[in-house]
């Protein structure tokens, strides 16, 4: 039994390809006899297109495809691609019987246009004649060379065919690998510019000024010059070529590729639209580019240098002189923890240091005031405000960065290491790195995350407050339960975080009484989500701008602000939702 229901299986399944095979090749079929044309645009590698006594002729070669009618010239890839798909892609709408004496009738006497494509491995090219569009506009009757039967192709087949030469032309203005560019020269107006690819830094400039170039920019001007700017193609050059500015050049880019080859283009003058007119040398061509290619030109050097103010390797850093009007410190880095080992030892703010740093690594020069000062003393920087020196694992020096407030201007005048180069910067990285000792120290009271937290008791005023955290949900379970208003717990809890105090007031106090510490104001105990405790921050009484505050299980005494203890929220209802 088991023989013969697995025999009659086998059957079953036989049958059931076989019949999903006739199908698919029945539909396989159909769709082939409603396609305009029977290739890929893989197979062709030669088509022409005539429309009267107009020929455009484009074939593909190793370097892509080219046109050889009405004139020699590269072609552009996309265009001929759509072309090319707009053929093999469409469909056959209606097929009509009719007599060869009326062909004239549906515009295929004569036809306006005929499409010849060579194909692979194939020795009879494909022929499209193409003659009218219908009535509505929507169709074109169409007739393939060796067929009686008239065929309703979309209008867009038509629409493809009837593009002007130029259409089919390359827009680019210069041919080259992009990877394969060693240096790069630019005159434009008056900028001068010269520009050499070093394996390990990148680009750098070497004319007019040495300096290092930023790279990501120097590929996207390089890039431009591979994309399409080319709007019109002047075959026929004007006679006078100074009245398209090109005899003598106004302009000129240049590229080294590897193995010392160059390619070049001449600029000439600008129309008042922005477009002007260029020259590749070597070329007759007169090409009229686009308005967005004169705009992405460089007009001035700082255009394509590179703006960052520090290199530092942070990896490296191990030490940290910072000399401000708040005072002189000394950092050191040891096993991963920053300290403060002048004026005196104490354990540094690691967010605080590290945000420094991250600071300095991103900041970017905003102009480049002198290459060669002369004098310091004009930008304050004969006896800097603030100096920042960095060294490593050696003590050895890796750089240093001198900051003065800029009178005359919105910012900062900075220098770096020896250079007498004077930059201007934002006021931002003068004020983050105007910091003293003060301002360096671990002075947070509790140290944690917020989403850390799974449980916060806030008492104050004779009100208990319970907040836990359920599935990223904080929920008010005191004084009763309910829904918390999630933006106002966490934004609670960014206050107690970020929570300094602003003087030790004593390391030890017997006499909790005298700061209101032994009846707290109000306390705040934190629980991480797996039950470990945080803390507990008692505050005390308010004396001037400061609140007495302590850790419940540490013996100091610190001030903290009055407006934390002002920001607290008054009643349960402020953190309900």
């Known amino acids: 039994m088991r023989f013969r229901t697995t025999l009659l299986l086998a059957v079953t399944l036989a049958v059931l390809s076989l019949g999903y095979y006739l199908l698919e090749l029945k539909e396989a079929q159909k769709e082939a006899t409603t396609k305009l044309a029977s290739f890929t645009e893989e197979e062709v590698t030669r088509f022409s297109i005539r429309r009267g006594d107009q020929v455009i002729t484009l074939a593909k070669g190793e370097g892509g495809w080219r046109m050889n009618q009405p004139v020699e010239d590269r072609g552009d890839e996309k265009e001929i691609i759509s072309l090319l798909g707009n053929v093999t892609r469409a469909k056959i709408e209606r097929t009509l019987k009719a007599k060869e004496e009326t062909m004239g009738d549906f515009g295929l006497q004569d036809p306006a246009i005929v499409l010849t494509v060579h194909l692979k491995d194939k020795e009879q090219p494909f022929t499209l004649e193409v ?112 009245k398209v500015g090109l005899d003598p050049p106004r302009g000129e880019i240049r590229l080294t590729l590897e193995g010392g080859a160059e390619v070049s283009l001449l600029l000439g ?3 008042k639209a922005g477009e002007g007119y260029a020259r590749r040398r070597g070329e007759e061509d007169v090409l009229e580019l686009s308005a967005n290619f004169w705009k992405g030109l460089p007009k001035k050097v700082e255009t394509l240098r590179d703006r960052s103010l520090l290199a530092l390797d942070r990896g490296k850093v191990q030490q940290i002189y910072l000399k401000t009007p708040k005072g002189r410190t000394l950092l050191r880095k040891d096993e991963g923890t920053w300290t403060i080992e002048e004026p005196e030892e104490a354990l540094a703010d690691q967010r605080v240091i590290e945000d420094l740093l991250w600071d300095l690594d991103g900041a970017r020069v905003k102009e480049f005031v002198a290459d060669h000062a002369k004098s310091l ?27 003065s407030r800029a009178k005359k201007k919105e910012g900062a005048y900075a220098r770096v290491g020896n250079s007498q180069a004077v930059y201007l910067v934002e006021s931002r990285l003068y004020e983050e790195l105007d910091k003293g000792p003060f301002d360096l120290r671990f002075r947070r009271l ?30 008010l379970k005191k004084p009763k339960e309910g829904r918390a208003k999630y933006s106002a717990v966490i934004a609670l809890l960014n206050d107690i975080k970020n929570l300094k105090w602003q003087k030790l007031v004593t390391k030890e106090s017997t006499d909790l009484s005298r700061y209101g510490l032994d009846k707290p104001a109000a306390a705040f105990t934190l629980t991480k989500t797996d039950g470990k405790s945080l803390g507990t921050l008692l505050l005390g009484k308010t004396e001037g701008d400061l609140v007495y505050a302590k850790l419940q299980e540490k013996p100091e005494v610190y001030g903290i602000p009055s407006a934390f203890l002002q920001s607290l929220p008054k009643e349960p209802a402020a953190l309900a939702e």
Do not use: C
């Open 377 to 403: 003393k004009p930008y304050g920087l004969d006896a800097p405000a603030v100096t920042i020196r960095f060294l490593d694992q050696e003590e050895k020096s890796l750089t240093t960065l001198a900051l």
């Open 269 to 271: 003058s600008q129309k």
């Open 131 to 242: 003659g009218s569009s219908t009535p509505a506009g929507f169709s074109v009757y169409a007739r393939r060379r060796g067929e009686e039967k008239i065929l309703l192709a979309p209008a867009t087949v038509k629409t493809s065919l009837q593009k002007e030469p130029f259409a089919f032309r390359s827009k680019v203005p210069l041919f080259f690998e992009q990877h394969a560019v060693k240096g790069l020269r630019l005159h434009a107006g008056s900028l001068r510019l010269r520009l050499e690819r070093e394996e390990k830094e990148g680009w750098r400039i070497t004319q007019p000024i040495p300096a290092k170039a930023d790279s990501g920019k120097v590929a996207d001007f390089i890039r431009s010059l591979t994309e399409d700017h080319i709007q019109a193609i002047l075959d026929t050059p004007p006679a006078n070529l100074k």
């Open 446 to 475: 509790l140290s944690f995350e917020t989403w850390d937290v799974g449980k916060m008791e806030l008492s104050m005023n004779g009100q208990e407050i319970l907040l836990e955290k359920q599935k990223e949900q904080w929920k």
